[in-house]
């Protein structure tokens, strides 16, 4: 699994991401049942509310060799603020539509 993250901007100020790399390291999170190696392409944010450039992040993360994008968990699941994202749902649509076929999606990190 070759994944890219995208994370809340945010949240940039609380969060390094180093959970999200400790997920994908331990195989924690939902991670738990990936057997193959995960290989980390690359990490970026939305772009800022209401996360419209999260579609373009995508495009350049798959590009760069991504088959999962993975949205992290401070965007659906608020952590660490406890304020998830109110356009999380829209932006996994348009980076669904943008990602193209054969890409998985990910809700969440850890």
Request: proline share 5%; net charge positive; hydrophobic share 35%.
């Amino acid at each position: 699994m070759k994944v890219g993250i995208i994370r809340c901007m945010q949240t940039e100020d609380y969060c390094p991401g180093t959970t999200d790399f400790r997920a994908i390291r331990e195989k924690t999170g939902v991670f738990a049942n990936v057997e193959e190696d995960i290989e980390l392409v690359g990490f970026t944010n939305c772009g800022g509310c209401p996360g419209k450039r999260a579609f373009l992040r995508a495009k350049e993360l798959v590009k760069r060799g991504a088959d999962t994008i993975a949205f992290a968990s401070c965007i659906r699941k608020g952590t660490p603020i406890g304020y998830p994202c109110p356009f999380a749902d829209k932006m996994k649509e348009l980076v669904a539509r943008g990602a193209g076929e054969g890409v998985r999606l990910l809700d969440y990190t850890h």
